[in-house]
């Protein structure tokens, strides 16, 4: 049963989530992937702030969360837009009739309690591409590192079990299912991405993040992606 949760418009529209929000999708428009007018599937998507950066270039978006609330806040906004949403908990994934050009999954991997068979899951309904940015250990374990989640907010885990994935494992697991897995050599510019592996600053939530890149095609000659895992990264986007 879902837990109650705390009105998710407030949430999501404090500050701190409208600002990094604003970056990631900053850095995302300076990797230069081929994302205009593919087909899209969203996952953990929220109230869909995110999701217009899809529909501006010409994507056909499915959109999915976990959580009723942020589900009928996306059925309101996108009335009329080519966006289908979707109620599915990513802990039991629902089996979808069709795959996508791109599995777009920004800050959902960490909410969730098996992220190994999430990936599995997520690359599977990549046609091309999974573009993922999920909260990590900063090379200092090896494995999930399971953790607990407080489900009354509605950006949270949806029955409190989440993970912190070391950044090494999340790379090479998504390696091992996708044809080439990249990394980015920029940060989006916000203390919660980390420019020093070796010595990152601790941000003031302690959360770390990074982006990772899943692919069936080459993208070598995407100058801000890397197929080697960063000790430091160039610069932020």
């Known amino acids: 049963m879902q837990a109650m949760t705390v009105d998710p418009i407030p949430h999501f529209r404090g ?3 409208l600002r990094i929000n604003a970056r990631r999708l900053e850095h995302l428009a ?3 992937l081929p994302i205009a007018g593919r087909s899209v599937l969203e996952l953990g998507a929220g109230i869909g702030d995110l999701t217009s950066y899809f529909l501006d270039r010409g994507c056909r978006v ?3 969360d976990g959580r009723a609330e942020n589900v009928e806040v996306m059925r309101r906004r996108f009335e009329g837009e080519d966006v289908e949403v979707v109620e599915a908990d990513l802990n039991d994934p629902p089996t979808l009739s ?7 999954a920004y800050g959902v991997l960490y909410h969730l309690a098996d992220p190994a068979a999430a990936l599995a899951w997520m690359t599977k309904l990549a046609g091309e591409m999974l573009v993922l940015s999920t909260c990590v250990t900063p090379n200092s374990s090896d494995g999930v590192n399971a953790t607990t989640e407080d489900p009354i907010w509605a950006s949270q885990a949806l029955d409190g079990r989440a993970c912190r994935p070391d950044r090494r494992w999340v790379f090479e697991r998504l390696g091992s299912l996708m044809p080439h897995a990249y990394t980015t050599l920029t940060q989006p510019a916000h203390e919660e991405f980390p420019l020093d592996w ?3 600053i601790h941000s003031a939530t302690g959360l770390s993040r990074a982006v990772f890149i899943g692919s069936r095609v080459s993208l070598d000659d995407r100058p801000l992606l890397t197929t080697e895992l960063p000790l430091r990264h160039a ?3």
């Open 62 to 64: 499915t959109a999915v």
């Open 198 to 200: 070796s010595a990152p």
């Open 235 to 237: 610069d932020r986007a």
């Open 15 to 17: 500050d701190a989530y």
């Open 30 to 32: 300076t990797l230069g």
């Open 98 to 104: 069709a795959s996508y050009d791109v599995v777009f």
